[in-house]
């Protein structure tokens, strides 16, 4: 069974830009959750979908946002891009809310 | 914030078993204790997780405490393919999931 892929594997943006990153879950996996990771405030929980609507969300400005389809693909889109959103964003998908999540490799987000 | 203490580091001799640490002090009685760990720029990946029990697995053994306010988990004999971060999280199903720093884990041969 294929894992989590995510794409782009490595994005470069320049500041005032936007981005769209895509997660494919799992097979038959229906909750998606998004996380940011950087160095200095490590793993930070961005939102988390299941069944196309978003169930929890972290504390992140609006610019950060996200959505999830019928086949339970999912993007986050982060509008008017800033230094400090330079990071790697990672998906990790589940088979249900209560089960163990399986990460993607990650998308490494550089913001110039 | 995240509801899990972990110690910053810790070192294990190849082949040793390594036992990792962790307080939930404040867990309820719907979340479960979930280990996962991180290798240097991958994914996290998941370990093991329990609710009352312990539990073993391929990978890993979870104790939890009869009060469940920590837990430690048992990689029985550890390898340099071992270092990485661990990160221990308490999580209902309704709830957002919060990584606290983990812990960071160094086998040395």
Redesign the interface.
């Known amino acids: 069974k294929a894992g989590v892929t995510q794409t782009p594997r490595y994005l470069i943006k320049t500041r005032g830009q936007q981005v769209t990153l895509s997660c494919s879950p799992i097979s038959g996996h229906r909750s998606v959750s998004w996380y940011q990771q950087t160095p200095g405030q490590g793993l930070q929980f961005l939102f988390e979908y299941f069944s196309e609507t978003q169930r929890n969300k972290g504390n992140f400005p609006g610019r950060f946002s996200g959505r999830q389809f019928s086949n339970s693909r999912s993007e986050m889109n982060v509008s008017t891009l800033e230094l400090g959103d330079s990071a790697l964003y990672l998906c990790a998908s589940s088979l249900a809310r209560d089960r163990e999540q399986f990460f993607g490799p990650g998308t490494r987000l550089t913001v110039l | 914030d995240a509801k899990t203490t972990q110690p910053p580091s810790m070192d294990c001799a190849e082949g040793r078993a390594a036992n990792l640490p962790c307080n939930h002090s404040t867990i309820s009685g719907n979340e479960?204790v979930?280990w996962?760990r991180?290798i240097h720029?991958?994914?996290?990946?998941?370990i093991i997780?329990g609710l009352k029990n312990n539990e073993t697995n391929e990978m890993a053994s979870l104790i939890i405490t009869e009060d469940r306010k920590s837990s430690t988990l048992i990689l029985p004999h550890a390898t340099l393919r071992d270092t990485a971060v661990y990160?221990c999280i308490v999580h209902?199903?309704?709830?957002?999931?919060?990584?606290?720093?983990?812990t960071s884990l160094s086998v040395i041969p």
């Open positions: 479960y979930y996962y991180q720029s991958q994914g996290p990946q998941y997780h990160y209902a199903s309704y709830d957002k999931v919060i990584f606290g720093p983990g």
